[in-house]
């Protein structure tokens, strides 16, 4: 076959690699090229181009030049219309070609346009559904979309029904929700690893908490912030950075939110919106443990900016902040009294940790506890006049994970704002853990190991009628009722 010049029309466009070309204009140049004499005796690099088009088809590789709509709509009438390129099984006006049996043997150019425009449509079909499935990935990885509908998950139903509900950390699991009673346990969040105790927000509505992404790639991400409503609606990642975001707390009005974060290289205070704008750094100089003042203006906090931690109050803009607590010990978990006029702590300032109680303004600052182990965590009852708390020996806290069954582990205590009635509520060898008053003051729901894993576990005030609540395969903890 004699050499002939190509189709000057075409001259700049079929002069590609094959990874220049997308999948258009792949099936295109495979019928201008396989239909069209002038081009098939143009050129050997025109039937280099046809054998790897048909041999080697990459449809997602990346393309340079592209052929516009307008290209394409020519090209469609040059290949179909134009007489010297139509052919009726293999045969052109202008004689045979021996490269279109080989591509599309008995084929007229009309149908071989045909089965381009198919070829097209497919390729455009896959490749949607791939840019929707890795959208999608993406926007679950980045908590930008709700979660599946709630998962029942296996109930152990206490005697007597209650319309309370609480909510707890199910291990690597998620977030459950349940009835006081241990009915209805509902598995709300998918795909992450929540970190430590979900928090409602004051009119029950909603939840925060810090977890982990997961997905089939593993965990992502050190942690972040999540709200979601309390059906399990509504789920969206209020950070989204990769440092480790955590411990979060809502505002009483429940339009803001406090956390920890390290995003600095060290622990910081920082504040956002309910719907993740405003991000405001509350502290410079370290600061972990916040818990917001019944009337919302303040925030206690624990920092180590001079030397060990202490206790400090600050506005709940991060200005004037103010140290509560003075000495050479460790001075932590600060939790506010219902009326908002004392903070109770636990303190290693008399040698080992004990359960302490002052005014909001650091002043009268009394021992409440005596024991010769660990007293931890202080929860106090809705009405002021008690706190909860977890008492055991020394070191077991920093234990819990090793599931040891030494008698002088964590167990659960009540005792009076003025020091008075103390109380032991549970007493067994397992870790007895994570108190929580009831919002009508009736109930504590707490962690225990005693059968196996941590479960979560109810009981009336006076320790009596403890009552398993949960049968996980893996441990529960942290439960906080709603309000």
Not at 172 to 185: F, H, I
Request: charged fraction near 20%; aromatic fraction near 8%.
């Amino acid at each position: 076959m004699n050499e002939q010049k190509p189709c000057t029309a075409w001259a700049d466009k079929l002069a590609l690699k094959e990874e220049d070309l997308t999948p258009a204009e792949r099936v295109a140049l495979q019928a201008h090229l396989a239909t069209c004499t002038e081009c098939i005796a143009g050129s050997a690099d025109y039937h280099f181009l046809i054998t790897h088009l048909r041999n080697r088809p990459k449809p997602f590789m990346r393309a340079l030049p592209r052929l516009s709509q307008q290209d394409l709509s020519q090209l469609a009438d040059h290949t179909t219309v134009q007489h010297d390129c139509v052919v009726e099984n293999g045969q052109t006006q202008r004689g045979r070609s021996n490269t279109l049996p080989f591509l599309y043997p008995n084929v007229s150019s009309k149908r071989v346009w045909s089965q381009g425009l198919n070829t097209i449509a497919a390729a455009l079909l896959v490749a949607v559904l791939v840019g929707s499935f890795v959208l999608l990935l993406t926007h679950i990885r980045q908590g930008k979309i709700g979660t599946p509908p709630p998962t029942a998950v296996p109930t152990h139903v206490a005697p007597g029904g209650s319309t309370a509900h609480l909510a707890f950390d199910v291990s690597s699991n998620g977030l459950v929700t349940m009835n006081a009673d241990g009915s209805d346990q509902l598995l709300l969040t998918h795909g992450l690893r929540v970190i430590a105790s979900p928090v409602w927000s004051s009119n029950g509505n909603r939840l925060v908490f810090s977890a982990y992404r997961v997905d089939m790639y593993g965990v992502h991400g050190e942690g972040d912030i999540y709200v979601m409503n309390a059906d399990g609606s509504g789920l969206a990642n209020l950070t989204n950075d990769p440092a480790s975001d955590q411990f979060p707390s809502w505002s009483p009005d429940g339009t803001k939110i406090v956390f920890v974060s390290d995003r600095t290289g060290r622990q910081e205070i920082y504040r956002v919106n309910a719907d993740g704008s405003s991000l405001t750094r509350l502290t410079t100089t370290t600061g972990s443990g916040p818990a917001w003042a019944p009337d919302g203006k303040r925030i206690a906090f624990v920092s180590n900016r001079d030397g060990n931690p202490e206790i400090y109050v600050m506005n709940a803009d991060g200005s004037g902040q103010r140290r509560l607590t003075y000495n050479t010990a460790e001075d932590e978990a600060p939790a506010w009294s219902p009326d908002g006029r004392k903070i109770a702590f636990d303190s290693n300032r008399d040698g080992n940790p004990e359960i302490y109680v002052m005014n909001a303004d650091g002043s009268g600052q009394r021992r409440l506890t005596q024991f010769t182990q660990e007293a931890r965590f202080p929860a106090w009852t809705p009405d002021g006049k008690q706190l909860v708390f977890s008492e055991g020996r020394k070191g077991s806290f920093n234990e819990i994970s090793s599931r040891s069954s030494q008698d002088g582990n964590p167990e659960i205590w009540v005792v009076n704002v003025g020091g008075t009635g103390l109380m032991e509520l549970t007493h067994n060898k397992a870790y007895d853990i994570d108190p929580v008053w009831s919002p009508d003051g009736t109930k504590i729901a707490f962690a225990s190991n005693r059968e196996g894993t941590f479960q979560i576990y109810v009981m009336n005030t006076d320790g009596s009628h403890q009552t398993r609540l949960t049968n996980s395969a893996v441990d529960a903890r942290f439960p906080a009722w709603q309000p």
